[in-house]
Nanobody
């Protein structure tokens, strides 16, 4: 059974940094895309950043230059380094992985990030 466990969320002041981690277990397939999404209260879930198996990265325009996504394939783990945080970055952050063969998608349970002004 595939499980994704996120960690690293919390409360930080504007301008601060946080590093999110998401470790996947029960993996029996090759992972293609790994990514981070977020959902703020009253808003739809949106993509923050993704990284594919070739380490090609895509960022939302709102976080480009401030956030960095990376992955450790040996550990089936994806990271999100968040710098220069803003109050508008406040949301629940979810990690996501996609099976390279079946394209099935798996989600973590989410971790809260709160940025105070």
């Amino acid at each position: 059974q595939v499980q994704l466990v996120e960690s690293g969320g919390g409360l930080v002041q504007a301008g601060g940094s946080l590093r999110l981690s998401c470790a996947a277990s029960g993996i029996t397939f090759r992972i293609n895309d790994m990514g981070w999404y977020r959902q703020a209260p009253g808003k739809q879930r949106e993509v923050v950043a993704t990284i594919n198996s070739l380490a090609f990265r895509i960022y939302a325009s709102s976080v480009k230059g401030r956030f960095t996504i990376s992955r450790d394939n040996a550990k089936n783990t994806v990271y999100l380094q968040m710098d220069s945080l803003k109050p508008e970055d406040t949301a629940v952050y979810y990690c996501n992985i996609r099976d390279a063969t079946s394209t099935r998608s798996y989600w973590g349970q989410g971790t809260q990030v709160t940025v105070s002004s």
